[in-house]
């Protein structure tokens, strides 16, 4: 059985199986998966591998593979210890929330584990968290350091207890525990460590906590004065922090949530879910934005801050200064995090690799993943066609790595930016950590990369070696990714790619794409956004007024745009000079700096303290409006030409129109124009699907809007799913054009 089958209850639910049918054999593990051999009547191997089709809950059966061999007469059905493939395809399982079961477990005052911050079993816990080998046995976990007492030991040998094989079991009496730490070293451990950080967060104090994959910075997220002092220590302006809540009716409390949306809270990944926020949240929880990221308690100790009387709304975010990645490593955490955390609440048991929080949404396509990490990685999300193991390292923002083996196609957690020097650090073990943990021969691997090349990612690539070495052009990646999770290698689509920025074929900055084509023939690029000019180069897609000075060059007759109701900054008019004189200007298609321009003309001016904030802001006054008449952006000459949409923005912000309305008005005026460029592209090109990725199209009121439009015109939207549609996704297209030997 090969899939999500080591780890998950999977042995002890054959074991069972097999006993109940009267058959004789044996399971164990092993490198590909769960090796079973069965001996018995026809009828009753038949019913066994009928019942494969109801797994253990955390498991996943991918697929099965039988033959028929010489019974050995073995006489019973036994667990054997596990054997080691050559080269291990088995997937991990990612890591579980707590489960029904242990939480009963954690608050009954006469079981042995009450209160106890690490219990788990097979059907819960710490998965690839902890793992360091495979195959996935307590020895090559970071628990193999806590020796078992007599009785976990007698549940954890027993095929019939729910803790059979659990590798991270434990309880109080032989296992890890937590301790609360203050600059004057400990001060209490155990279960007076979890009260007291309780007292500390309800007293406004910064809590350094140790979770799952890493560190969370925590702080009552009703406390303004502790949740100003948070966003200073952190170096984290304005974007949004994320929340936890004890429960559902909380959740329910604080945002809008669909019956979609609270499957996601639910799911067994746990993510952090935006949806629209019920009533204003505490100021600099979320500035200037309507939404919410919202998620539940999934480890024991999360549970027993709330029980102990932790504020009902916590922040919880990741542990770092701004841009860093998340720190995991205790010693990491207590020299980034000083200054910034009041105290630690330290875990003792080590962590193998960080992994953060996942975060999803709902829009009009269905889930969309916008960070895809803890309890979704390092799950496999496609089945590519077989061939040398590949390596795809994916893009330099919102980096992630695939890696395919066997035909799996294994997507690693969320890295993080690489120009930051210990996020490169971090993909860098990343890679490391993925190859050693398959045994993978650097010599046979197939290492793809993007097609730019001072991408950091790049130059991590040409220093693997491998056997060969594939560029793939970004956007193509993109569109590529959402083929790739549907497994639809010959289907020829149109792909949009919408985003910031990616290097193009002709060494330009592209970003709003339009193909046709598919995994196997290639993409041919048969639309872009009219070029423009982006001046300054990254500063120019940091400060939204310079990239305007750039998509406004190509409009005559401007009004005085230092005059009411602009008033637009020195800056822009210095970025116009660069613009003018052809000095550090640099050709540009792309839709995520066009969406920047959109929001400079209607009042944001200043330097975007994260990735996508002027966007963002603009979609949030575009949300506050309702559906106005704009013309579509007109498609002529495979050129979609934002032009007459800024004038329109631009004259109907002069005549003293509302922002929100004129920003609803340009999401319009782009989808609608796009839409229309699509369906005369859907008619020479002899297809109805469409492949939707890239950031820019996260935008769930442009999503929403594309959705509409293309029911009318006939045609079928696909989106990203299982990977982020921004560069997170990007790895598994890399993969998926490599593998399948497109045209790059």
């Known amino acids: ?224 004065r502790a949740v100003g002092e948070l966003r200073t220590r952190k170096f984290r302006r304005e974007k949004p922090f994320a929340l936890m809540v004890p429960d559902l009716d909380a959740a329910r409390r604080m945002v809008r949530l669909d019956a979609e949306s609270e499957r996601l809270l639910l799911s067994s990944a746990r993510p952090v879910v935006v949806a629209e926020a019920i009533a204003e949240a505490v100021a600099g929880i979320a500035p200037e934005n309507r939404d919410l990221g919202v998620m539940l308690p999934y480890a024991p100790l999360h549970h027993l801050l709330f029980d102990r009387g932790a504020p009902e709304v916590l922040v919880l975010t990741s542990a770092n200064r701004s841009s860093e990645p998340i720190a995991y490593l205790d010693a990491d955490a207590f020299e980034r995090l000083a200054g910034v955390a009041d105290a630690f609440l330290l875990g003792e048991r080590p962590i193998a690799r960080r992994v953060d929080d996942s975060v999803a949404t709902v829009g009009a ?181 310079m990239a305007a000075a750039g998509f406004l060059a190509g409009i005559e007759d401007l009004p005085d745009l230092r005059a009411v109701p602009f008033v637009l900054p020195d800056r822009y008019f210095d970025a116009r000079r660069l613009v003018e004189a052809g000095v550090r200007t640099f050709p540009t298609t792309s839709a995520g700096r066009l969406f920047d321009t959109a929001a400079a003309l209607l009042g944001f001016y200043r330097q975007m303290s994260f990735e996508g904030q002027a966007a963002m802001w603009l979609e949030q006054l575009a949300r506050r409006a309702g559906a106005t008449r704009v013309s579509p952006m007109p498609f002529d000459g495979g050129r979609l030409d934002y032009r007459p949409a800024l004038v329109e923005l631009i004259g109907r912000r002069r005549r003293g129109g509302e922002r929100e309305a004129i920003a609803r008005g340009f999401h319009e005026s782009l989808s609608a124009g796009l839409l229309g460029a699509l369906e005369r592209l859907a008619e020479e090109h002899q297809t109805r699907v469409v492949a939707l990725s890239g950031g820019v199209l996260q935008n769930r009121l442009l999503v929403s809007l594309l959705a509409e439009g293309a029911a009318e015109r006939r045609l079928e939207l696909w989106a990203n799913q299982r990977v982020p549609a921004n560069d997170g996704g990007v790895s598994l297209g890399q993969a998926a054009l490599a593998r399948c030997r497109a045209r790059e």
């Open 365 to 545: 396509l269905g889930p969309m993943i916008l960070r895809r990490s803890r309890g979704l990685s390092p799950g496999v999300v496609a089945r590519l066609p077989g061939g040398e193991p590949v390596l795809a390292v994916g893009a330099d923002l919102k980096s992630s790595i695939t890696l395919v083996v066997g035909g799996d196609a294994f997507v690693s957690q969320h890295i993080g930016d690489l120009e930051q020097h210990a996020a490169e650090l971090a993909h860098r073990q990343t890679v490391r950590d993925l190859l050693d943990m398959y045994r993978i021969d650097r010599e046979l691997l197939l290492v793809v990369h993007d097609l730019h090349p001072e991408y950091r990612s790049t130059r991590i690539a040409e220093e693997l070696g491998g056997a060969r070495r594939v560029a793939v052009q970004h956007h193509r990646a993109h569109v590529a990714s959402v083929l790739a999770e549907r497994g639809c290698f010959e289907e020829r689509v149109l792909g949009v790619a919408f985003d910031g920025a990616g290097f193009g074929d002709d060494g330009s900055i592209w970003g709003g794409e339009i193909f046709a084509g598919s995994l196997t023939e290639g993409f041919d690029r048969v639309g872009c956004l009219l070029p423009a000019v982006l001046p300054g180069g990254d500063a120019g897609a940091r400060f939204p007024v």
């Open 1 to 224: 059985m090969r899939g999500a089958v080591q780890g998950v209850g999977f042995r002890p639910f054959v074991y069972r199986t097999a006993r109940d049918l009267g058959l004789d054999g044996w399971v164990r593990n092993g490198g590909e998966g769960v090796e079973v051999h069965l001996e018995g009547e026809p009828a009753a191997i038949e019913a066994f591998l009928e019942a494969l089709s109801t797994p253990p809950p955390a498991a996943v059966v991918a697929r099965v593979e039988h033959e028929a061999v010489e019974p050995l007469g073995l006489g019973c059905f036994e667990i054997e210890t596990s054997s080691e493939g050559e080269h291990p395809t088995v997937r991990i399982s990612s890591d579980l929330p707590v489960c029904n079961s242990c939480l009963e477990e954690l608050f009954d005052p006469e079981d042995r584990r009450a209160g106890y911050p690490y219990l788990n079993c097979t059907d819960c816990g710490p998965r690839y968290s902890i793992v360091l080998g495979l195959p996935y046995d307590r020895a090559l976990t970071t628990m193999r350091d806590w020796p078992l007492c007599d009785r976990c030991a007698a549940e954890y040998e027993d095929p019939l207890h729910r803790r059979f094989h659990a590798q991270p079991t434990a309880c109080p009496a032989c296992g890890p525990t937590y301790a609360l730490i203050e600059s004057g070293g400990e001060k209490v451990r155990g279960k007076a460590a979890i009260e007291a950080a309780v007292a500390r967060l309800r007293a406004g104090h910064i809590l350094a906590i140790k979770g799952i994959g890493g560190y969370h910075l925590a702080c009552d997220a009703g406390d303004e």
